[in-house]
């Protein structure tokens, strides 16, 4: 049986670097957006507010569209 992964490990590397380059200058932002994501299994879970700054940065319509599919759970 496969462990879940949390959606920070789910993240896309391309989206994940940019993350790191548009919060550069707050710390404090990019450790929030970091702890929600380790600490979430779902995209459906996350808040609004992380979500935005996810999707923002990377222009993404859809949330959902971060993250590499999480094998065994589909």
Do not use: C, H
Request: proline share 3%; hydrophobic share 30%; no cysteine.
């Amino acid at each position: 049986m496969q462990n879940r992964l949390n959606l920070w490990q789910r993240l896309k590397p391309e989206y994940k670097k940019q993350l790191k380059k548009s919060n550069k200058k707050y710390s404090y932002k990019m450790a929030s957006i970091k702890d929600e994501l380790k600490n979430t299994y779902w995209f459906t879970d996350v808040k609004y507010g992380t979500a935005f700054d996810v999707m923002t940065p990377n222009k993404l319509d859809f949330l959902g569209d971060a993250f590499n599919a999480n094998k065994g759970y589909e």
